[in-house]
């Protein structure tokens, strides 16, 4: 019993159904209740991460603003010099490599659609028409017990596979499988941020990339307000012609990538 009972907040709580088969849905329910509340949790409106990620033997300075509904950008730097930027405005994801621009509009595809489904935690819910869970069982990681639940759509092609801490029902890997790549990401050294655990490190593995991304978090903000100006396509760089380009690949391409983005093409980054 061991296996599918954990202790929450002071109360014990099961993850199983009254058939006795692992209940996924009761999975999110301790999720929430460990990272400090389904309410809080939901109410995550914008982050801002600030810390240093490795990408090889690389170590870039890094920063990451986002806020709902998928609003984001992200950007990479050396000894203050930007390298590397990517971004989302809310209709078209972009990317700055090398002083040039690639945007990829993509403001009524179905991939937003979904992103923004995970962003609410709509796949939690049961009945809602755009997630279904395939499975829950028990699985291992590095020895350790979790929780596997797989995911899928009615969208998009992707399918995600979450692993909860069979202990603390904290996230501990997400696995996307979508057009032939799959890409792992694993959380860690989770800390409270104004009364919510938010994973302060996260690793990432791409199938068709051999370097491995991590992610170290030094400071973590939540609720905060941020200027839409921080997610708009830049300026200076949008208005020259020559390092402009539109991406003509699908938007199914942009969404079936992980948060991979240090110098992969835009085809890659959602």
């Not at 659609?113 to 997630?131: A, P, S, V």
């Amino acid at each position: 019993m061991s296996e599918i009972t954990g202790i929450v907040g002071g109360q014990g709580s099961s993850a199983l159904t009254t058939t006795g088969k692992l209940d996924a849905y009761a999975i999110f329910e301790l999720n929430f209740k460990a990272l400090g509340g389904k309410e809080k949790v939901k109410k995550n409106d914008s982050f801002y991460f600030k810390g240093e990620v490795t990408v090889g033997s690389d170590v870039f300075n890094y920063e990451e603003w986002s806020e709902k509904p998928t609003q984001s950008r992200k950007k990479y730097s050396n000894y203050s010099k930007t390298v590397y930027q990517t971004g989302d405005d809310g209709e078209t994801l972009w990317m700055v490599n090398n002083g040039k621009l690639q945007t990829l509009p993509d403001k009524d595809s179905p991939e937003r659609l979904i992103r923004e489904g995970y962003e609410d935690y709509d796949y939690t819910e049961k009945g809602n028409r755009y997630f279904r869970l395939t499975s829950a069982k028990v699985s291992r990681i590095d020895g350790d017990k979790c929780y596997e639940i797989t995911i899928k759509n009615t969208k998009t092609d992707e399918v995600k596979k979450q692993y909860y801490d069979a202990k603390t029902f904290l996230l501990k890997r997400e696995i996307k499988e979508n057009d032939g790549t799959t890409s792992q990401t694993d959380y860690d050294d989770y800390k409270s941020v104004n009364g919510v655990k938010i994973a302060h490190k996260k690793t990432i593995k791409i199938s068709d990339n051999e370097n491995t991304e991590t992610y170290r978090f030094s400071e973590v903000k939540r609720g905060l307000y941020i200027s839409k100006t921080k997610f708009a396509i830049p300026e200076t760089v949008s208005s020259n012609s020559s390092s402009t380009s539109t991406s003509s690949s699908s938007s199914s391409s942009s969404s079936s990538s992980s948060d991979s983005t240090v110098g992969v093409n835009i085809d890659t980054y959602a």
